[in-house]
C-alpha cells in the first residue's frame, strides 16, 4: 500500500500529517530516506518515523466527554491537560478534529488514520450537533432562521445548518463544517454571545450519559456506524 497509507493505518498520523511527514523527509524505507508518499510498502518494509520503527497496530476509537480547560490536541506548548492524557490506551491516540478549550462534550479520539480524516475531511459532511448557551437569552425566529440559512463569517458564509431553540437561552445547532470557532462565530454573527458551548453529537454518536472526563471505548458496531457517517442523516432533527 501507499506509505502516507501504511503511516495513517499504523496510527502514526491522519493521512495528509504523514503525507507532509514523508515529505519532509522524516521517513525511511529499509534505511533509505524516502520523500515520496506513494511508495509502496508493507509490513516487511522496515518503514522507520525519525529513526523509530512503525508497525500496524489494532485500531482503536475511543469517545470522551471533555471537560473545560483540556485542550484538543496532543500536546500543549502550555501544558494545559489533553483530551489525549484523559483516555487510558497503550496505543497513541489522537483526537478527531477539535473542539476550544472551553468547548466540552463529545470528542473521538483514534489510533485510525483513514477514520480520522473520512470523519473530519470538508468534503465528507459529517453531522455534529452543539448545545450552545446564548446571551442575551431570547433568541428570535428569525436569528434563529439566519443561522439555518447561513450567516457572513469573514472566512465565509456558513452552510446550510439545524438550528432551534430547546429551552430559554439553549440553541441546538447542527452544521456539517468544522471552521475554526465556527459555532461562536455564528451566534455572534446573529448577535449572541456564547457562554457555554457542549458537543452533544458527532455523526450517529451521542454524547448521552458518559460524565465529564470519562470516556469509553466505542464498539466495532459504533465503529462501523461511524465508517458509514459520511452521508448520514440525524432522522430526528
Ligand atoms: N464551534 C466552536 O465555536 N467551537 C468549538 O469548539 C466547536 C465548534
Known amino acids: 500500500m501507499r506509505l502516507a497509507k501504511f503511516l495513517a493505518h499504523a496510527g502514526v498520523a491522519s493521512r495528509r500529517a504523514a503525507e507532509r511527514l514523508v515529505t519532509d523527509g522524516r521517513v525511511r524505507v529499509a534505511g533509505r530516506p524516502v520523500t515520496d508518499p506513494a511508495r509502496d510498502v508493507d509490513e516487511s518494509s522496515d518503514v522507520t518515523v525519525d529513526g523509530r520503527a512503525v508497525t500496524i497496530e489494532p485500531r482503536e476509537v475511543h469517545a470522551l466527554h471533555k471537560p473545560e480547560g483540556v485542550v484538543s490536541t496532543a500536546e500543549d506548548t502550555h501544558g494545559r491537560p489533553t483530551v489525549v492524557g484523559l483516555v487510558p ?4 491516540l489522537y483526537p478527531v478534529g477539535r473542539l476550544d ?3 466540552t462534550g463529545l470528542i473521538l479520539l483514534t489510533n485510525d488514520g483513514e477514520l480520522a480524516e473520512l470523519l473530519t475531511h470538508p468534503r465528507h459532511g459529517v ?3 452543539y448545545r450552545v448557551r446564548v446571551d442575551p437569552p431570547m433568541v428570535s425566529e428569525r436569528s434563529l432562521r439566519a443561522l439555518r440559512e447561513g450567516v457572513e463569517l469573514e472566512d465565509g ?3 446550510p445548518a439545524e438550528a432551534r ?3 430559554p437561552g439553549v440553541v441546538e445547532l447542527t452544521i456539517r463544517e468544522g471552521r475554526k470557532r465556527q459555532v461562536r462565530r455564528m451566534c455572534e454573527a446573529v448577535g449572541h454571545d456564547v457562554r457555554a458551548l457542549q458537543r452533544t453529537a458527532f455523526g450517529p454518536l451521542y454524547l448521552e450519559r458518559l460524565p465529564p472526563g470519562e470516556s469509553r471505548r466505542l464498539s466495532a458496531a459504533e465503529v462501523e456506524r461511524l465508517r458509514a457517517a459520511p452521508g448520514w442523516k440525524n432522522q430526528g432533527g
Open 157 to 159: 458564509r456558513s452552510s
Open 127 to 129: 453531522q455534529k450537533t
Open 101 to 103: 478549550a472551553d468547548t
Open 89 to 92: 490506551s497503550e496505543r497513541r
Open 165 to 167: 431553540l430547546v429551552a
